[in-house]
């Protein structure tokens, strides 16, 4: 069988990280295929029933990734995220659910060399950790999608 | 049932390279309410759009996704193709293929694979897109330009010369910048103050312009057309109505020792002070950390001497608010002080000048009066050597980039140098001569054809005085790394260009991008350099990337269009991507239960109580009400309601939900 | 609780409320909410240390806010409620009076809402001593075994929303777990289903709740559901500072600070 | 106070004087230095010029010997050896195989928990709060500070001092009283290694310092590491030649010049070792 | 599948290079600042920029003549290319490297037969003692290098300033300093 190919969603906010990764595409810096993202306004309209959901679909990992503080484009959407994802990330962990398969990050618009990085490194820890099969069990996954490899 | 049109691009082969189009094509062809997909060369063409068009009107489709490069490059091109075809723009929504696919993987299975699924999630969403009419708001034509160098000057002129008003803020006591310091200017050798001061003038006299200098920009709100800008207008410690400008002050002020910013510490000021003859406003301001008065408690010498009584010691800070439609940073750059270079003893060696020091000695205007004197000794010098890449193209210890403007002013120095000082030596060490530019490499094949400048090509490993001279090692790496020692008068160091202090704190006010060195990004590195992310804010001149006189002005002038563009609409029309609370038939008319959390986590006061009253005029309800106007759709409130009563346009839950179903489905 | 049952008299006689809100005796040593309407009524008011029940959970139901000015005996988790509905605007001093029951069990009338608060802050939210316990314990486990303690204790959970009913934070006529479209939280009552339900509603808790027991309480099978909470309880006084309902309205959760501290976003 | 004291070679041969210096003044500020037992040599540049690892075990087998004895510190005069033992420490601790085939061929326990001081960094430590009310005869001279390569490079490991233009020396013979001269060539290269495979270019390298220092007025050359040492004074001859001029100027170890300024005894300071008489 | 970034490998020399020190031959720019500082380098047969540079081209047979130079064996490894150098080349770990690869293929140059000899004498006195004995590494060297009359006067001088030691000093586990050098040795060769 195949090496296991992680399937990761990214959550990210279209003036810093989504613009960010588009700069990893201009410079052409090669990084895993694994990942797939979805663009939101702002880290601040990222909702966290949205993550679960992407547990609950069959995700192996997340990335959410908006703007550094301070450089939101609206101003303060990334602290009032910041603020969930310390709760909600305090949450998960409480609950059981894997927080290694969430990662956070900030990457500016010009951080494209950082999404990469972020993307690599988030594909090679979950590949390690391997498929979420605790959540997929409850979420009565089909099974053969589990193994898909 | 929707009929969706899929049109898949191969962008030339920047996407077909490594993504099998036609297979992205052909499978979403098969998605349940799909009606077309096709695959084309160059989809943002005119045949491609006409592609699009003709599918929307024979297909009768009722929704568009292209696949094809980052939406942040074309959404706007493709929406109005379809607007053209009938369809709302907002039913069309791009697949990113390119920079988030085919760029940054290697052809392959996978990769195809990726973009199919992009294009699925796109399918899904736009399912549940609904038709927007844009916004329309209103513009308030008055300009704001930050900085009042050559790049701020052109701007603000330019702009007024529309007819439209123009505020000028200015952080130094006067305007003209960097460029009234330099003396000539490449590759012309005219006078930089001889064509500077007449436009300084021509600012300061115009109708449509109001300046404010010893200003800075202390916070920003609103939006494209609507910003409310507050300024500090620093304290002069005078009333410039009354003062005249008559220099009683500075001629008689007793602290005569500071160092003059303005002659880059070669000469000296008074703490009251001009900070040169030819200053816009000519007026003094009091400089109060070197001011006796406010070190000690007294002095008012300047008081006592002022024919006009128009010194005031208790001015204080002023913070006015005005109303602008669009905002141009001018706000240049600052050079990187070379002491960070041990090895080339600057500051230990008054004869280690940096370039910005080279222009105060030969200009007419400034402590030398333009004769090339050294500042040990005021001797003439001998032989004097240039160093290129001070700090530019240096990871280690500088920046890795190239400043730009170093080359051209290096062939200036020399060649004013050899002009003055007959007989005198001087010698260039460079990495590489950059001189593209309209006559600009004639110019540096005159420094060494015609004035006999020895250029040696070598970076110095260090400078060491000894007997009075300075000893500069070097190699020639054209003659096998020979060493290369020289015996110099003087040594000139073309430090790098860098972003200003302040300029990561000046952005986050004005919520603009940034790239790693700190200069403001532009929207398009080819196709909006003017442009900033954010609408009605524009960019001129070296605040963006090291730049030359030519270069600022043609930036500033861009920036001028654009703005003048804006304010020929009283209207302007936005995104309708804003927030909307829910309304339902009676008795419940919102599912919102006006807990009011949202108020307080919007960034822009955008969310205002709306009450819901009965036929008698009686309250029934408080619930939550987004003003159009101000909000600018970040969503932060729709994560936020518990009872989901906000949504967001474009980004809405249903889209957003069946996006990470689409997504993770059939993958 | 001679003092409560005349004074309750009195205000409904003299009609500055329409109905007072409290406790009484009922079946198998249960107490029961009372609403009192008429002033006989107010001779079956009881209070001791059974009445738990956070009888706010009544005062945003539309059934007794129609009846006009509501007046309510209101102990100190209950008055806590109180603050924080009036900061979210679902109570004012228009429409509630609060006999307070201090610790001591004495009452206390308060003129208005901003002298409730007052007394509120005079105590700060503690989380019991078993129940601390109880976290320390959970904190203590690997995530796996987290994990699997909550699998165990959710999966008999078969969404009788009796935790829901019973917190008067909860006053949503539209709760997230109801909605189809999109259907955030799965219907069946499956371990994933109850999960997600349980973790939205202590995400919609945090900031909010005010630490009062009633959903365990009123949960037939006794799930520690206010784990949850108490955790998000814990956390917030750890990273924001204490928590305390107020008036002002500067919701833990709709609120920021620039420095607000993480270490674990890269 | 006792600290771990690694001399290695040069100072129990050709530079016994810096040795006997160092636990002079150590001495006199009833400091004990602790030999480590059994030391070998640090492999100095011939190692790492032959043999990578060769130059990273002997090093590492020095620490290990240190952490052995329960030493925490060791102060290491010779800024040679002082380099490669903080090199090592460096290279070990970022990669992990190359620690653990270093550990398998000394078959000794390596954990890095040693920290190493050089000559100046130790006398700041250790003497330098208290020197100044110590200073019975200030060293009341012109000087040149000579720091050479090994003291100060490579910046990114080492993180001592300055690289250009470094001023640790000067301020501690400030502080004894002398009048640091600014010069040239602190850091420029004397030759070293090739002391004796190429004399000649010794000579050269080591003559401009010499040189430098005599035309600034120096009266002595104040240095902290063996190789410079004999590379100026015993090379004097062939620096004499490549100047073309005789020059006399005494050169002392850091803890030679402080000993005096503290009025220890001229021989237990080995200033009678010197080849370039001690006049100061 | 989907593959991580990976580096297209260098080939030649400065491949190898980059795989024992990691110094990337291709940051350098030829600015000359390394040769402009090299206190050597006008003994040098090649300036280190010039080795940079041949390095860069792959020519084998540049490469060849980059082991058979002079200058790596010239190299004091005083740090100061490093120092200064604006692309942070660590030229001194690259030197080291090409020194070992040098003696290794024995292509040493002739040139520096002394300085090769005199290293390894110092190993060699290291190697049986522990410690180095400056006796014998002064008769080993002048025995490989034949230079019996340079620096004699020298000896006795510093013996009269109780500068050598007659008998070398000897550490107790010599055993164990030769397994040190055995086992570097063994994989030094692979």
Aim: glycine fraction near 6%; include cysteine; charge should be neutral.
């Amino acid at each position: 069988m195949a090496e296991f190919e992680p399937k990761i969603v990214a959550f990210v906010c279209n003036w810093c990280t989504y613009a960010g990764a588009d700069l990893t595409g201009t410079s052409r810096i090669k990084y895993a295929s694994n990942v797939r993202i979805i663009r939101f306004p702002c880290t601040g309209r990222i909702d966290y029933m949205l993550l679960l959901k992407a547990f609950d679909e069959g995700a192996d990992g997340i990335i959410v990734s908006g703007c550094h503080p301070n450089d939101c484009h609206y101003t303060s959407g990334n602290f009032h995220a910041r603020r969930r994802w310390i709760m909600f990330r305090s949450l998960c962990d409480f609950t059981g659910i894997n927080t290694e398969r969430i990662k956070f990050s900030w990457v500016s618009a010009a951080e494209g060399a950082k999404w990469a990085a972020i993307v690599n490194a988030t594909v090679t820890s979950i590949r390690e950790l391997g498929p979420y099969t605790e959540y997929k069990k409850v979420a009565k996954y089909p099974e053969k999608e589990v193994t898909h490899g | 049932m929707s009929k969706i049109g899929v049109f898949v691009c191969h962008c030339g082969e920047n996407i077909s390279a490594t993504v099998d189009c036609a297979k992205v094509a052909e499978t979403a062809g098969n998605y349940d309410g799909v009606a077309f997909s096709v695959d084309y060369k160059y989809m943002c063409s005119d045949p491609g759009q006409n592609l699009i068009k003709s599918a929307i009107k024979e297909k009768g489709l009722t929704g568009v996704v292209v696949a094809s490069c980052s939406p942040r490059m074309h959404e706007p091109t493709f929406r109005k193709a379809c607007a053209e075809a009938g369809l709302n723009p907002f039913m069309c929504e791009m697949a990113n293929l390119r920079e988030h696919c085919s760029w940054v993987h290697e052809k392959g299975e996978a990769t195809t694979e990726k973009a199919i699924d992009l294009v699925r999630i796109l399918v899904e969403k736009v399912k549940y897109n609904h038709s927007l009419n844009e916004i329309k708001v209103p513009v308030t034509k008055t300009a704001l330009v930050i900085g009042g160098g050559i790049a701020g000057i052109q701007a603000s002129l330019d702009i007024a010369n529309t007819g439209h008003k123009v505020i000028l803020i200015e952080k130094d006591p006067s305007i003209g910048g960097h460029m009234s310091q330099l003396s000539e200017t490449f590759p012309t050798l005219d006078c930089s103050q001889c064509i500077l001061t007449p436009r300084m003038v021509e600012v300061a006299q115009h109708p449509n312009i109001t300046l404010y200098t010893y200003a800075e920009l202390e916070s920003l709100e609103g939006f494209i057309g609507n910003f409310k800008a507050k300024i500090r207008r620093k304290s002069k410690s005078i009333d410039e109505k009354l003062c005249t400008g008559c220099g009683q002050c500075t001629t008689k002020c007793p602290v005569k020792k500071i160092p003059s910013e303005f002659n880059e510490g070669l000469g000296k000021r008074t703490a009251i002070y001009v900070p040169f003859p030819q200053a816009v406003p000519n007026k003094p301001v009091i400089d109060r950390i070197n001011c006796t008065y406010y070190i000690k408690g007294k002095c008012k010498v300047c008081e006592i001497v002022c024919p006009t009584k128009a010194i005031r010691f208790d001015q204080e800070d002023q913070i006015m608010e005005v109303e602008v439609g669009a905002i141009v940073i001018a706000t240049g750059f600052t050079v990187k002080q070379p002491d960070f270079f041990p090895e080339y003893g600057y500051g230990k060696y008054p004869d280690v000048i940096t370039g910005l020091q080279f222009e105060r000695l030969a200009s007419a205007s400034g402590p030398t009066l333009g004769e090339i004197r050294r500042p040990s000794d005021d001797k003439v010098p001998e032989k004097i050597v240039f160093l290129a890449c001070a700090g530019s193209r240096d990871p280690a210890k500088g920046i890795p980039y190239c400043s730009k403007i170093c080359c051209m002013y290096i062939a200036k120095h020399a060649m004013l140098y050899q002009h003055k000082v007959h007989g005198g030596k001087s010698y260039v060490f460079y990495m590489d001569i950059r001189a593209g530019g309209k006559q600009y490499e004639e110019f540096v094949r005159r420094a060494i054809e015609d004035d006999g400048v020895n250029y040696v090509r070598g970076r110095v490993s260090r400078i060491y005085e000894k007997n009075g001279k300075l000893i500069v090692n070097g190699v020639d790496t054209l003659l096998n790394a020979m060493p290369v020692e020289i015996e110099a008068d003087m040594v000139v160091l073309a430090t790098a260009g860098i972003a200003n202090e302040g300029a990561e704190e000046l952005a986050q006010k004005l919520h603009i991008s940034y790239d790693p060195y700190k200069f403001f990004a532009e929207a398009h590195p080819k196709l909006k350099p003017v442009e900033t992310n954010t609408a009605g804010i524009f960019l001129a001149g070296a605040c963006q990337a090291p730049r030359d006189i030519p270069e600022s002005v043609a930036m500033a002038s861009g920036a001028a269009v654009k703005v003048a563009g804006l304010f020929s609409q009283d209207e302007l029309t936005r995104e309708p991507i804003i927030a909307v609370v829910n309304r339902q038939a009676p008795p419940v008319y919102s599912s919102c239960v006006g807990c009011f959390l949202c108020v307080s986590a919007c960034p822009y006061q955008a969310i205002e109580k709306e009450e819901i009253k009965n036929r008698n005029g009686e309250l029934i309800k408080l619930i939550a009400k987004v003003n159009p106007g101000l909000c600018q759709g970040c969503g932060t409130c729709v994560a936020f309601c518990r009872t989901k009563s906000i949504d967001i346009q474009g980004y809405t839950h249903e889209q957003m939900y069946t996006e990470v179903m689409a997504l993770l489905n059939e993958y | 609780m001679v003092d409560l049952i005349k004074r309750a008299k009195e205000l409904i006689e003299t009609s500055v409320v329409k109905v007072l809100i409290g406790y009484e005796q009922g079946t198998a040593n249960k107490t029961r909410a009372l609403f009192v309407e008429k002033a006989d009524d107010a001779d079956r008011l009881i209070f001791d240390s059974r009445c738990v029940q956070n009888l706010a959970a009544y005062v945003t139901k539309k059934e007794v806010k129609e009846k006009g000015k509501m007046a309510i005996a209101a102990t100190l988790p209950v008055m806590r409620s109180i603050i924080q509905l009036a900061s979210e605007f679902q109570v004012n001093d228009n429409n509630l009076l609060v006999l307070g029951i201090t610790p001591e069990s004495k009452l206390i009338e308060f003129a208005n809402l901003v002298e409730v608060e007052t007394f509120v802050h005079k105590y700060e939210i503690e989380i019991d001593a078993r129940n601390k316990e109880m976290l320390d314990k959970l904190e203590k486990m690997t995530q796996a075994e987290r994990w699997k303690f909550w699998m165990d204790e959710l999966s008999p959970c078969f969404k009788c929303y009796a935790c829901r009913a019973a917190c008067p934070m909860c006053y949503c006529s539209r709760c997230t777990v109801d909605f189809n479209q999109p259907q955030w939280i799965p219907v069946p009552s499956h371990e994933l289903g109850n999960l997600e339900w349980h973790i939205m509603r202590a995400i919609h808790l945090t900031g909010r709740c005010i630490d009062c027991d009633a959903c365990y309480n009123a949960c037939p099978l006794s799930i520690p559901i206010n784990l949850l909470t108490k955790k998000m309880l814990a956390d917030a006084k750890e990273h924001f500072g204490a928590y305390q309902p107020s008036l002002k309205g500067d919701h833990l959760m709709s609120t920021y600070k620039p420095d607000d501290k993480e270490n674990f976003i890269q | 106070m006792t600290l771990g004291f690694y001399p290695g070679c040069s100072l129990k041969g050709s530079s016994r004087e810096y040795s006997e210096s160092v636990l002079a003044v150590s001495k006199a500020f009833d400091i004990n230095l602790e030999e480590i037992k059994d030391w070998n040599c640090c492999g100095a540049t011939a190692a790492h010029n032959m043999n990578k690892e060769l130059s990273l075990a002997l090093p590492a087998r020095i620490l290990s010997l240190a952490e052995k004895q329960g030493l925490t510190e060791i102060v290491v005069p010779c800024a040679a050896c002082y380099s490669r033992l903080t090199v090592t420490k460096h290279e070990l601790s970022k990669d992990a195989t190359l620690k653990a085939a270093v550990t398998e061929a000394n078959g000794l326990e390596y954990t890095g928990s040693v920290s190493v001081l050089n000559i100046v960094q130790f006398l700041d430590k250790y003497i330098t709060p208290n020197l100044e009310n110590r200073v019975v005869k200030p060293f009341d001279h012109k000087v040149a500070c000579y720091y050479g390569c090994l003291l100060v490079r490579p910046h990114e490991i080492l993180k001592f001092d300055r690289e250009e233009d470094p001023q640790s020396l000067d301020v501690l013979m400030l502080k004894a009283g002398a009048t640091p001269i600014d010069w040239a060539f602190k850091t420029e290269c004397c030759g070293a290694g090739l002391s004796v495979s190429r004399t000649s270019s010794v000579g050269r390298l080591s003559g401009k310092i010499i040189g430098d220092a005599k035309d600034r007025g120096a009266v002595a050359v104040i240095v902290a590491c063996p190789m410079c040492h004999s590379n100026l004074d015993m090379r004097r001859d062939a620096i004499n030649s490549y100047l073309g001029e005789k020059i006399d100027i005494p050169v002392l170890y850091i803890t030679q010049a402080i000993g005096l300024a503290l009025g220890l005894d001229r021989k237990a300071l080995g200033l009678q070792r010197h080849f370039v008489k001690v006049t100061v | 599948m989907s593959s991580d970034t990976h580096h297209s490998g260098i080939a030649g020399l400065g491949g190898e290079v980059l795989e024992h020190t990691e110094v990337k031959v291709s940051h350098c720019y030829q600015c000359g600042k390394c040769s402009a500082g090299c206190p050597l380098s006008e003994e040098m047969d090649y300036p280190p920029s010039v080795i940079m540079r041949m390095l860069q081209t792959g020519n084998p047979v540049l490469e060849d003549k980059v082991l058979r130079s002079f200058s790596i064996w010239v190299c004091l490894t005083c740090e100061m290319c490093f120092a200064r150098c604006p692309m942070s080349i660590d030229i001194p770990k690259m030197m080291d490297f090409l020194r070992e690869k040098s003696i290794n293929e024995k292509k040493a140059n002739p040139k520096a037969k002394e300085i090769v000899a005199f290293h390894k004498s110092f190993l060699d006195s290291i190697k049986f003692t522990g410690r180095l004995y400056e006796i014998g590494l002064f008769v080993d060297y002048k025995t490989r290098t034949l230079k019996i009359l340079e620096d004699l006067a020298l000896a006795p001088k510093m013996m009269k300033r109780g500068k050598l030691n007659i008998i070398p000093e000897l550490i107790k586990d010599r055993s164990g300093i030769a397994a040190i050098f055995r086992k570097s040795n063994k994989k030094n060769k692979n």
